[in-house]
């Protein structure tokens, strides 16, 4: 079955500082990859994804992310944070022959302080 | 606009009643979906649907049940078999057929007292 990991739970960082949220999975068939942000109490808000093409994808707030195929990885990131990206980061994943089933991670909470 | 409304936003219910959350969207999407979050674990499915009158368990579908019996409706029930409700849950939908982005609502916190 597919696992999605992200290592951090909690990424603590100083605003206009750089940062990276990880994200593994474990498929060995071709994947679509997402990345979705959570503010409190509100539904998720599509940050990027990756169907196919170029491996660095850019996104809404400044974020981009890599995909790499050999490391299944798809590390999210941002030069510069704003407090105002406070907030949970969720990686999913769905594969090639059930591409409408998706599967999350656990979430990163990004806290940026000033 | 276009979009995906829950309702209530929050819900309190006694242990043993069934409670069903309203899920509605506007997007002539196909395909529904309803995720449970607990902190710490990320998004878990529980059911769902590509087609009107056609649904699917998702990886814990125990103690819920849904109904899709128009295209912009998917509502869930939770029902006195679910051991553990108090959650927040979230309702998505997605074209269905082609690989394309889940669209997700404001989500309903529901809490058994």
């Known amino acids: 079955a597919q696992s999605v990991t992200q290592l951090d739970s909690q990424v603590p960082v100083f605003e206009e500082a750089p940062v990276e949220l990880r994200c593994n999975y474990s498929?060995?068939?071709?994947?679509?990859l997402f990345w979705y942000v959570q503010y409190p109490n509100q539904g998720l808000q599509l940050l990027l994804k990756?169907?196919?093409?170029?491996?660095l994808v850019k996104g809404i707030n400044g974020f981009e992310a890599e995909f790499n195929k050999s490391q299944t990885s798809f590390h999210l990131r941002k030069p510069s944070v704003h407090i105002s990206d406070t907030a949970e980061y969720f990686c999913?994943?769905?594969?090639?022959?059930?591409?409408?089933?998706?599967?999350f991670g656990s979430g990163t909470k990004l806290n940026v302080k000033p | 606009d276009g979009g995906i409304t829950q309702s209530p936003k929050y819900l309190f219910r006694k242990e043993g009643q069934n409670v069903t959350l309203s899920c509605e969207q506007n997007?002539?999407?196909?395909?529904m979906y309803w995720y449970r979050q607990d902190p710490g674990q990320g998004l878990r499915l529980i059911y769902y649907?590509?087609?009107?009158?056609?649904?699917q368990k998702g990886d814990i579908a125990e103690g819920y049940s849904v109904s899709r019996e128009k295209k912009e409706s998917f509502p869930l029930t939770v029902t006195s078999a679910q051991k553990n409700p108090t959650a927040f849950y979230l309702c998505?939908?997605?074209?269905?057929?082609?690989?394309?982005?889940?669209?997700f609502g404001p989500g309903t916190r529901l809490t058994v007292l």
């Open positions: 999913a994943v769905s594969e090639g022959y059930n591409f409408n089933k998706f599967y």
């Open positions: 649907s590509q087609i009107v009158n056609d649904f």
């Open positions: 990756y169907l196919s093409g170029s491996t």
């Open positions: 998505a939908s997605s074209i269905a057929g082609v690989q394309d982005t889940q669209y």
């Open positions: 498929s060995s068939v071709s994947v679509y």
């Open positions: 997007l002539n999407h196909d395909a």
